[in-house]
């Protein structure tokens, strides 16, 4: 099975974009941030016509997030356990149904914070805690999951091109970082670090200052595994030529592979 992780910035702008890239990686599932879009308004027949399922919690103008998959999706849920209050797109989940046994997906738009300090700052930490509280009990049920999307977290200085430039980012402060590493550390695998080390793996790049041709990126795109979930990666990888196509959206897809 293959599922993949993609912000697209915004369906309007992405109406070409994306289902190019949908033909030409194939995934199974896709999961979508960003779409900036109602639910009435998102073009499904585009996606449906291509044998995917889509599943939305849009909203309109701002975040947004989906899942498109070809294979069954049952017990959709929308929106972050923790705040009823809560009124912002961030947040979806669904179980797909593999060859040999069902796969939770959580597909989520994490706040991206700034400016830090401020009430932004603040919705965004109180957002990871409620993440953190929703893998617990995901984990307690001991069956195979996967949390992934914009993280909005820059989780080492290996991670960006130039860590300097975000010192005082929200996307990097040790705060961020800390509450990121807190949801990582309760057993789950970061699946690009599995299968992949070093530095210069990004997933975002700017649209200012020439930031993709001089390859100022940072990697804020992330999948994170359940134990059942990890032990059957068999690859993970990012999508980077995509940011140099035809009206590109800041990010690129990130996809995993797993023998489900």
Not at 139 to 165: C, H, S, T, V
């Amino acid at each position: 099975m293959k599922v993949a992780s993609f912000n697209i910035n915004g369906i309007k702008a992405r109406i070409d974009a994306l289902p190019a890239w949908l033909d030409e990686a194939q995934p199974d599932v896709a999961i979508l941030q960003e779409i900036k879009s109602v639910d009435e308004n998102f073009p499904r027949e585009l996606f449906e016509e291509r044998g995917y399922q889509v599943e939305t919690h849009g909203q309109k103008s701002f975040n947004g997030v989906a899942i498109l998959s070809k294979l069954p999706l049952e017990d959709v849920t929308r929106g972050l356990p923790g705040d009823e209050a809560d009124e912002q797109a961030r947040y979806i989940e669904a179980t797909v149904i593999g060859d040999h046994s069902a796969l939770r997906l959580c597909g989520l738009y994490l706040p991206n914070g700034n400016p830090a300090p401020g009430p932004k700052y603040d919705y965004k930490l109180a957002w990871m805690e409620r993440l953190q509280a929703r893998a617990e009990a995901l984990l307690a049920l001991e069956e195979p999951f996967l949390m992934a999307g914009d993280y909005n977290i820059i989780p080492q200085d290996e991670d960006a091109k130039r860590p300097e430039a975000w010192r005082e980012d929200a996307l990097a402060l040790p705060q961020s970082r800390a509450a990121y590493r807190r949801i990582v550390n309760l057993g789950l695998t970061e699946a690009f670090r599995a299968r992949t080390q070093g530095p210069g793996h990004y997933t975002f790049w700017d649209y200012q200052a020439g930031a993709w041709n001089r390859d100022d990126g940072i990697r804020i795109d992330h999948f994170l595994l359940s134990p059942q979930c990890a032990d059957r990666l068999t690859d993970c990888q990012i999508d980077k030529h995509v940011r140099g196509g035809d009206k590109p959206s800041d990010h690129v897809p990130i996809w995993i592979t797993l023998d489900i």
